[in-house]
């Protein structure tokens, strides 16, 4: 079978990580894994985006089957319970919220611009190498702390799920498919 071009998208969001460990700025090409799955869902009503242009649910398919990395077991039904799902859905809000309102607070003035990036929400790792100042706002800053933040829990989240299930298994739970389902079960009424 010939590879088309959207075969190779987890190069993308494997440059996306080394770019953010670097430069935390990067950071900000996350949105467009964040808005590009929502336009879709709402133009198109499906879920192309999750089904063939995720770039990371592709880097697990790749580490998990072809790398072997994955213990190809099935996901556990509470893990796709839809409780689960939207709870995990609505924590993930409550995490991205609460990140924007620490960049808002640093855009009014905030002077504590937080330069580490949280694993899991709660760890902090320092990442203040990756930061140097700009000539943009330090809240520009603190947005891409809280992002890169997300982006590299749910990566986390995602690899730990591909060690112990199946490869994708990731993808049951996550939080854009979930919101991607919900728009095209609201396209369909």
Same mark, same amino acid.
């Given at each position: 079978?010939?590879?088309?071009?959207? @075969?190779?998208?987890?190069?993308?969001?494997?440059?996306?990580? !080394?770019?953010?460990? =670097?430069? !935390?700025?990067?950071?900000?090409?996350?949105?467009?894994?964040?808005?590009?799955?929502?336009?879709?869902?709402?133009?198109?009503?499906? +879920?192309?985006?999750?089904?063939?242009?995720?770039?990371?649910?592709?880097?697990? $398919?790749?580490?998990?089957?072809?790398?072997?990395?994955? &213990?190809?077991? @099935? !996901?556990?039904?509470?893990?796709?319970?839809?409780?689960?799902?939207?709870?995990?859905?609505?924590? =993930?809000?409550?995490?991205?919220?609460?990140?924007?309102?620490?960049?808002?607070?640093?855009? @009014?003035?905030? +002077?504590?611009?937080?330069?580490?990036?949280?694993?899991?929400?709660?760890?902090?790792?320092?990442?203040?190498?990756?930061?140097?100042?700009?000539?943009?706002? @330090?809240?520009?800053?603190?947005?891409? =702390?809280?992002?890169?933040?997300?982006?590299?829990? $749910?990566?986390?989240?995602?690899?730990?799920?591909?060690?112990?299930?199946?490869? &994708?298994?990731?993808?049951?739970?996550?939080?854009?498919?979930?919101?991607?389902?919900?728009?095209?079960?609201? +396209?369909?009424?």
């Amino acid at each position: 079978m010939k590879k088309k071009w959207y @075969d190779y998208l987890w190069i993308v969001s494997l440059t996306y990580l !080394i770019l953010g460990f =670097f430069n !935390i700025l990067f950071a900000w090409l996350g949105l467009l894994c964040f808005f590009i799955p929502l336009i879709i869902s709402i133009v198109k009503g499906n +879920k192309a985006y999750c089904n063939k242009y995720c770039g990371r649910g592709q880097l697990f $398919s790749l580490l998990g089957g072809k790398f072997g990395l994955s &213990r190809k077991k @099935d !996901i556990p039904r509470w893990m796709k319970s839809s409780y689960f799902r939207y709870g995990f859905l609505i924590f =993930f809000f409550a995490m991205f919220f609460l990140m924007l309102w620490n960049t808002y607070l640093v855009f @009014d003035g905030a +002077k504590n611009l937080t330069t580490v990036v949280t694993l899991l929400w709660t760890l902090k790792v320092p990442w203040h190498w990756s930061y140097h100042g700009t000539l943009f706002s @330090d809240g520009v800053a603190q947005f891409a =702390f809280g992002f890169y933040s997300v982006m590299l829990t $749910s990566t986390v989240l995602g690899l730990i799920t591909m060690i112990l299930y199946k490869p &994708r298994s990731w993808c049951v739970y996550c939080p854009m498919g979930t919101m991607t389902q919900l728009i095209c079960k609201a +396209k369909k009424m």
